[in-house]
């Protein structure tokens, strides 16, 4: 009997409970669907193609080894799944769920289709260590401050890892071929920006346990100072890897145990893949986090430059202005195209997106200084920060990037006030306080013929503030 595996989100072989029932369910196939046709689906940013172009050619090695065949197809998930399945004979179907609103209708719609047309369709927990719907607070809703929200969800008992499954003694015979990767045109052409990525990353599964076990053979010790020193090797560096699911949150946290009551630092982080468990919370709930505050108090916020800009990349990022020395700032770059291109004049911020733009992540310190320069000291509207985000990083995540945007807007759940305004040059002398992070990212920055600040710190706050007391 032919099984089919729909991966999606969950790029990996070891505790994969979708793919050890498809296996033992008979001879197994495995099914990716480049899904940006289906209503309400959002289409990946251009860094996380390139990403899941890179990840879909170590999962299928990966595969090829275990005799489970990767078949590849493009179109609206709702068609192309139960096509596939009739095409290739199979009388099942699993895969692992997902928690966004679009995509839970293709699910069900499949699976009720799957039932019309007598196939056995089964979906597994594997991406969250919760399922949003089982925690609720006192009063049944869901959470929307996150201590009570963790201090539930961390007492529950999680699974052990399962093991990736045996290899199999041939590919199953009659699967229809899919489409070539390479059609799928997901690497940048002209230009091709993605050489920094490559530098830094080596997308799929052996990658992503090597960069947890280094991560928890040495950092996690330190990680409750180490985290917010943007210059040191102080985190983990998984969030892609849990992003595209190389690696899942049972495996980081099953290996975690292993080094807890060395110090304070592995249970703070502990707490970060909480803070990864409470934005998908949100996300199941409220299915347009990224579109539309939590509070709707901040729908009347009078931005100084409203939503809807795009993620459109500056001249100066593509072209050949690239080029022109960072002490000068070309006059006609408004200030948007400043913030995205790292040439706003403040330091830690020009960093932080450069870091961003070279390898498709920034620290978390500096994701939190240089979103809040954007909100409250450019007086731009969040939606706009996240959509560049989501362009650029190559763990853009579709409940963490909202979550956290809304967070530091002060429109999200359990958000920083808004009235708490980040200062990039104190939180650069705090947490940079040798200058290591801004001299690997923005040397010139250091330098006295560095351009002068966008907008005035003080004033700008000021303004924001203003802002903000107009809808209390
Ligand atoms: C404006 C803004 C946008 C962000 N967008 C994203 C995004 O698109 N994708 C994403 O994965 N993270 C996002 N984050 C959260 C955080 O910055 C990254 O998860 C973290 O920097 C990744 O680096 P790391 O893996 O070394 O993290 P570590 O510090 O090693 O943390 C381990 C893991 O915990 C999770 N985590 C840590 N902090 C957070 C957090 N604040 N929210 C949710 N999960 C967290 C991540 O999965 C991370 O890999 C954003 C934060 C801000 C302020």
Request: charged share 20%.
């Amino acid at each position: 009997m032919v099984s089919i595996v729909w991966l999606r989100d969950d790029l990996r072989t070891a505790d994969n409970p979708a793919l050890l029932a498809a296996v033992h369910g008979g001879e197994a196939a495995a099914l990716y669907v480049l899904d940006e046709e289906s209503p309400g689906i959002r289409p990946l940013g251009a860094a996380a193609k390139w990403w899941l172009h890179h990840a879909l050619k170590s999962l299928r090695e990966d595969l090829d080894a275990l005799g489970i065949p990767l078949v590849l197809l493009r179109g609206p998930a709702g068609e192309v799944v139960p096509a596939f399945v009739q095409q290739s004979g199979a009388e099942q179907i699993f895969w692992n769920r997902r928690y966004g609103g679009p995509e839970r209708e293709v699910d069900t719609a499949v699976k009720e289709r799957a039932a019309a047309e007598g196939v056995h369709a089964e979906s597994f927990q594997a991406s969250l260590l919760h399922e949003p719907w089982t925690v609720r607070t006192g009063s049944g809703g869901p959470y929307r401050v996150f201590t009570p929200f963790w201090r539930t969800v961390s007492a529950m008992d999680f699974r052990a890892p399962l093991s990736a499954p045996e290899p199999a003694a041939a590919p199953p015979a009659g699967i229809p071929s899919g489409v070539d990767l390479d059609d799928w045109n997901l690497l940048p052409q002209h230009p091709d920006w993605t050489a920094g990525l490559a530098e830094a990353w080596i997308p799929g599964e052996e990658a992503g346990m090597s960069a947890l076990s280094d991560f928890l053979g040495g950092p996690v010790e330190n990680y409750d100072d180490g985290r917010d020193r943007p210059a040191k090797p102080g985190t983990s560096r998984l969030s892609p890897y849990l992003r595209w699911g190389h690696v899942s949150p049972f495996q980081v946290w099953h290996e975690l145990s292993r080094v807890r009551g060395k110090g304070p630092g592995p249970d703070v982080f502990g707490t970060e893949i909480g803070w990864r468990e409470f934005c998908w919370h949100q996300l199941f709930h409220n299915p347009d986090l990224a579109t539309k505050n939590l509070r709707p108090a901040f729908d009347g916020f009078p931005w100084d430059h409203p939503e809807g800009a795009g993620p459109r990349t500056p001249a100066i990022l593509r072209g050949k202005q690239a080029q022109a020395p960072l002490e000068s700032r070309p006059e006609e770059l408004d200030p948007l195209d400043a913030w995205k291109a790292g040439r706003t004049g403040i330091p830690l911020v020009d960093a932080g997106q450069r870091q961003l733009w070279s390898i498709g992540w920034m620290h978390n310190r500096v994701r939190m200084v240089t979103a809040s320069f954007l909100i409250k000291n450019l007086g731009i509207h969040w939606r706009v920060g996240e959509e560049w985000f989501w362009e650029t990083l190559v763990d853009a995540d579709p409940a963490s990037n909202p979550a956290n945007w809304q967070w530091v807007a002060g429109s999200g759940a359990d958000a920083a006030p808004f009235f708490r305004i980040f200062n990039p040059q104190t939180q650069a002398k705090r947490f940079d306080p040798d200058g290591a992070y801004i001299a690997r990212w923005v040397p010139q920055a250091l330098t006295p013929a560095y351009p002068e600040p966008l907008v005035d710190l003080t004033e700008s706050r000021r303004h924001a503030l203003e802002a903000y007391e107009s809808i209390r």
